[in-house]
């Protein structure tokens, strides 16, 4: 799903730069010191239980956004994608120092945003209280399984879905030829907010370390999946996010979630 610009300014690359990363001539990430044998050994048998069959059908989901608000949204994007020359110097300038631009933060109201200052508040306030999720589409995808590893063909929105591999032998979870380092069991607040009782996280970033001191001008690449079993439902949770930036400007950011059934 791709988001609009107004959710590149909130989320964008504000972490990272945090975890352990290297240059883009090396290897980014470790499994963490914590992360136990056991828990990895789990994580990959829960991963096969959900996505190790034929086939399955994915929920493609997004925000329950009002109407009207998804107007305001319209306008925001289109007016800043129109002066994105403006608008890159305008968040460079608070990025830089940084007064705003990280996850949670909304840049100065500005009138070159081409909504109102009240209008601008209902964003703020879509930002503090995170709408519902909700099915915009199911979509099949079907699995090729060769030597204990998983390949996968999806429809619709659920092409991504092309470029993720699962290595259950070697336990590794690999997209577009990146293999994504074991993170552990999703936060407490991710749990909570999405209604799950247990969850796993894959995170991939890689940053090339002389873009990182000047944050508006980032070369970098973050991919993340994260899987949970929801409270009630019988869904499994599943989030696959790509970003790819280059000197400042993105590349790529694709961000598919919903539900496996």
């Given at each position: ?11 964008g690359?504000?972490?990272?730069s945090s ?5 883009m ?5 470790q499994?963490p010191a ?5 828990r ?5 048998r ?19 956004i009002?109407?009207?608000?998804k ?11 129109a ?6 110097e305008?968040r460079?300038?608070y990025v830089?120092g940084g007064?705003?631009?990280s996850?949670g ?8 945003f081409g909504i109102?200052?009240e209008?601008?508040?209902?964003l703020q ?7 519902r ?6 979509k ?11 390949h ?6 659920a ?5 993720l ?7 590794r ?8 380092p074991?993170?552990g069991?999703m936060s ?11 969850g796993y996280?894959w ?9 990182s ?6 070369t970098a690449?973050?991919?993340e999946?994260?899987m ?6 019988g869904?499994?949770?599943l989030r696959i996010?790509?970003?790819?930036m280059k000197?400042?400007v993105?590349?790529a950011?694709?961000?598919?979630t919903?539900?496996?059934?």
């Amino acid at each position: 799903m791709k988001k609009v610009y107004l959710f590149i300014v909130l989320a964008g690359f504000a972490g990272v730069s945090s975890g352990q990363v290297r240059d883009m001539g090396g290897n980014s990430g470790q499994v963490p010191a914590d992360t136990s044998v056991v828990r990895l050994v789990r994580a990959f048998r829960f991963v096969d239980s959900v996505l190790g069959r034929s086939a399955f059908t994915y929920d493609v989901t997004g925000p329950d956004i009002p109407a009207d608000v998804k107007v305001i949204l319209v306008r925001f994007d289109s007016a800043v994608a129109a002066d994105k020359k403006w608008f890159d110097e305008y968040r460079k300038k608070y990025v830089s120092g940084g007064q705003a631009g990280s996850a949670g933060q909304l840049l100065p109201y500005n009138e070159r945003f081409g909504i109102s200052r009240e209008e601008y508040g209902r964003l703020q306030q879509l930002e503090k209280q995170p709408p519902r999720l909700v099915t915009l589409a199911q979509k099949s995808v079907t699995v090729v399984r060769e030597k204990n590893v998983l390949h996968f063909r999806g429809e619709g929105e659920a092409r991504i879905f092309a470029y993720l591999e699962v290595d259950l032998q070697q336990q590794r979870i690999i997209f577009a030829e990146d293999t994504l380092p074991f993170v552990g069991p999703m936060s407490a607040g991710q749990l909570a907010s999405l209604q799950l009782v247990q969850g796993y996280s894959w995170r991939f970033r890689k940053v090339d370390v002389n873009s990182s001191l000047q944050s508006y001008k980032i070369t970098a690449r973050v991919v993340e999946v994260d899987m949970g079993v929801p409270a009630e439902g019988g869904r499994t949770f599943l989030r696959i996010n790509y970003q790819d930036m280059k000197e400042g400007v993105s590349q790529a950011d694709l961000d598919l979630t919903g539900f496996v059934h």
